[in-house]
């Protein structure tokens, strides 16, 4: 009796995690980035980079050395952004001066504000709205805005954005943090008792990069670029989810569904929680795992 029990609620269990995978996307996975048919080249240009594009407006002759950028970000060298209001307080991050600077806000940040600033940046096919249909989770606000320094509120303000940028350090054993550790080359091991527990109840899919040693928070941390609209989970040392391909929204790399119909779901405050480990369940004694 207590095996047929067992097996029933391992049978139940796979179920619930099946309806939470997708198996394949209805639409293309580049989704908004797909620029109104213009696809990779919108942002790539495969020769000469920007004036390849059709986009420079200086004499950038690098524009296309890094990722053969084709969008003219000449207007955001060496420009000041200060993000961000968190536990952490808002971050300065001086823009890179070139493409060829060698630091990771280069592809991390500064390539993603050549279309999504909307204050120094401002030549870009941007309608300041988001792509996707939002669920009825949302409410009635459907205009979510899409540029970071020209939103609705002041222009230039970046204090109503996450914190981003050289200085957007992400931290280890803080009260705000996970239990985790940094390594010697910056990259953030979630190994301690409550974290690892994290990763096996949803999983480690933020990529911070490294500077100085230190893992900080890009814009590419958390979004992919290419996949907007699903993600790929391999059970392992990064997820203890199944295998499979689950739904996302907003180019967020990790499970991401607040269309969910599912009582309780909590999926998209996990996604949080794999840099605020101080909110997570496991740091605060709770056994409750990610519900889809």
Request: glycine share 12%; proline share 5%; hydrophobic share 35%.
């Amino acid at each position: 009796m207590k095996r047929t029990l067992l097996v029933m609620l391992l049978m139940l269990a796979a179920a619930s995690f099946a309806a939470a995978q997708i198996s394949t996307p209805s639409t293309d996975v580049l989704g908004a980035h797909l620029n109104y048919g213009r696809g990779c080249t919108a942002c790539h240009a495969p020769h000469s980079g920007a004036y390849g594009n059709g986009n420079a407006k200086t004499a950038d002759a690098t524009s296309g050395n890094i990722a053969l950028w084709g969008e003219d970000v000449s207007s955001l060298y060496g420009k000041t952004i200060i993000s961000g209001q968190s536990e952490h307080g808002s971050v300065t991050e001086v823009l890179p001066s070139s493409t060829t600077a060698g630091t990771p806000d280069v592809a991390g940040l500064l390539m993603c504000l050549s279309c999504h600033d909307g204050n120094y940046a401002t030549g870009a096919m941007m309608k300041n709205k988001v792509y996707e249909t939002l669920p009825a989770t949302y409410g009635t606000l459907n205009d979510v805005p899409t540029l970071l320094g020209n939103d609705g509120s002041t222009v230039g303000n970046y204090l109503n954005d996450h914190p981003v940028g050289l200085t957007a350090v992400m931290g280890c054993g803080g009260p705000y943090d996970w239990d985790c550790t940094i390594s010697a080359t910056g990259a953030v091991q979630m190994t301690g008792t409550n974290s690892s527990k994290f990763v096996t109840n949803y999983g480690f899919f933020v990529r911070p990069a490294a500077y100085n040693n230190t893992p900080v928070v890009m814009c590419t941390t958390c979004h992919n670029q290419h996949l907007m609209n699903v993600v790929n989970v391999t059970t392992g040392p990064k997820s203890g989810l199944p295998s499979g391909t689950y739904a996302t929204m907003f180019f967020i790399r990790a499970p991401y569904n607040p269309a969910s119909g599912t009582a309780g779901s909590n999926q998209t405050a996990q996604f949080c929680r794999q840099c605020h480990g101080g909110e997570a369940n496991e740091m605060s004694g709770s056994t409750a795992v990610t519900v889809f």
